[in-house]
């Protein structure tokens, strides 16, 4: 887990669902070949609607049209991020779409437990309702260790809610390596670690 992520913040709103994040008709690629795991960065996202709630300050995508890596690192999100069905594909689609971090009002558990095993991103919930003071594209940094995001486009830094114990997990990797590391699972046969 990276201690900075900088980068412009993509901002979307509540209750943004699993099939939003990646829709069930982008869930033919394999996981397991780099040429179609690379599809899911560049469909992340791309079920939101244009309208109402939607995509961020008119329509911008998280990933342009013809890619695979986002240029936004950071999310920042309202209540609920996650929502839907447990399809662990959701988290996947944003970590190979380039997301490090996400900040939101507060997640789906599945969601949340979801991100955490994989070691997809760093999940934060903020304190305030950040969707309605940082836009996106607006300059943001998020200090993992200590639980900070600073808004340079408007001046302002807000303190994140800490991880508690799954920051253990994240430093890890995921849940596996994390079990591992803890003497929990024996090592992987001829891991000379």
Known sequence: MKQIIRGPAYVVGDAIDTDQIIPAEHLVFSLKKADERRMYGRYAMSGIPREGQGLPDGGIPLTDPDGYKSRFRIIIAGSNFGCGSSREHAPFALA??????????????????????????????????????????????????????????????????????????????????????????????????
């Open 96 to 193: 190979e779409a380039g997301v490090e971090v996400v900040v939101a009002e507060s997640y789906a558990r599945i969601f949340y437990r979801n991100t955490v095993d994989g070691g997809f991103m760093v999940p934060f919930e903020s304190r305030v309702r950040l969707i309605d003071r940082i836009s996106t594209g607006n300059n943001v940094e998020v200090d993992t260790s200590i639980g900070r995001i600073t808004d340079f486009t408007i001046g302002e830094e807000f303190l994140l809610n800490p991880l508690g114990d799954v920051a253990a997990i994240l430093k890890a990797g995921n849940v596996f390596e994390y079990a591992r590391q803890a003497g929990l699972m024996p090592a992987i046969v001829g891991d000379p670690g």
